[in-house]
């Protein structure tokens, strides 16, 4: 790596291993020159940075590598790597531990369950017309539908020792993992998602370009009504300012960047990537137009030996980043005491509770002294 960098005027990272062995080789004089910045080109075909530097001539070759786009006047050498434009998000937040109540079970399940008791009620009732309607059966008053729904839907639910026992350890267990380990917040995984929970999109004017025009109706809708373009601002400081807000990266750039640059306090990431990205590209070096057939050779050769994709993977395993970066894990939730507030959820539901059960014994006895059947 220091040979690298020597060769290559002080530039790492794997355009600057490559920038290296290709001037070692080739013995090419390596100087920079023209605007210090990557460049890209308008929409009205204004080249800037190292991009106009090719397309004038002032530079022969440019080792930064970009997104294989129509581009006049420029060659392009020999892919290196892919890239993707994804979203960039703030981290989800930490659930507290009042919240666990809301997902002692999923939803579904829920309905799953309510829905069979209430159709055991429904097959009671009907059995018990059945039944009435035989020869020599003796009929007692028969009740209505919906108290044989009621009576199955809470004799289910706390009256048979099979369910209770179930019910009792599913929610033991949910209760013992929300005060041990510390979960997010479900995050944000789809263009879709960021349209419908109303994120807006910070983005520099070059960003912009790689993602037009829309592939779908999501992305032209977030281009048009949720895009803002700045030279001023990265993104990450809107990022961390907005409640709804996302920036534009390549994902491989915005992956190494993360861990040297963007992390709180406790060194877990302030951002996390959207995983449905907006384009995909082959990634490759330029030149100007017709010329270094030698050196897109031995770009092949580089490609074909394996190095761009084992720099990645060998980054990634050493820096330990793997995908955290896109799903957040979980961790052992700090020991701390619980408090009054912590349980707020629980005694609400235990109120809730109470007063509907002196509600209904309320309507039940002015119901008897009316002389009024309500079930």
Not at 82 to 105: M, Q
Request: hydrophobic share 40%.
């Amino acid at each position: 790596m220091v040979t690298n960098l020597e060769y290559s005027g002080g530039y790492c990272g794997l355009d600057g291993i490559i920038l290296g062995e290709a001037v070692k080789l080739f013995g090419f004089n390596m100087s920079v020159v023209g605007e210090q910045s990557f460049g890209y080109m308008d929409a009205a075909g204004t080249p800037s940075g190292s991009l106009k530097d090719v397309v004038e001539g002032v530079a022969d070759v440019s080792f930064a590598s970009r997104f294989q786009l129509p581009f006049r006047n420029v060659d392009f050498l020999f892919f290196v790597w892919t890239d993707c434009i994804c979203a960039i998000v703030k981290r989800p937040k930490e659930r507290p531990v009042w919240y666990f109540p809301y997902e002692a079970f999923k939803l579904r399940v829920w309905f799953v369950i309510l829905g069979t008791l209430t159709c055991a009620g429904v097959f009671s009732w009907v059995k018990s017309i059945v039944v009435s309607k035989r020869p020599g059966m003796k009929v007692c008053e028969r009740s209505s539908l919906l108290y044989y729904i009621l009576d199955a839907v809470t004799t289910g639910l706390f009256g048979f020792i099979l369910i209770k026992r179930v019910t009792c350890i599913l929610m033991k267990g949910h209760v013992n993992f929300v005060f041990t380990t510390l979960t997010h917040f479900d995050p944000v995984d789809s263009q879709l998602e960021l349209y419908q929970q109303g994120y807006t999109i910070y983005t520099s004017p070059g960003v912009k370009t790689l993602i037009e025009p829309p592939v779908n109706e999501v992305q032209d809708q977030l281009l048009k009504n949720r895009l803002i373009t700045s030279n001023e601002d990265d993104g990450f400081q809107s990022v961390l300012r907005y409640r709804k807000a996302a920036t534009l990266r390549r994902k491989s750039d915005f992956v190494l960047e993360s861990r040297m640059s963007y992390l709180d306090e406790d060194s877990e990431f302030l951002f996390r990537v959207v995983e449905e990205s907006f384009r995909c590209q082959y990634l490759s070096y330029i030149s100007t137009d017709g010329k270094y057939e030698h050196l897109r050779l031995f770009m092949a050769r580089m490609v074909e030996a394996g190095l761009p994709s084992m720099y990645y993977k060998w980054t990634y395993n050493s820096l330990g980043l793997g995908d955290a970066v896109s799903s957040p894990s979980t961790k052992p939730r700090p020991v701390a005491k619980v408090e009054l507030t912590d349980l707020r959820i629980v005694f609400g539901l235990l109120f809730a509770g109470q007063a509907l059960a002196v509600g209904a014994f309320v309507l039940e006895v002015y119901c008897h002294n009316r002389g009024v059947k309500w079930l």
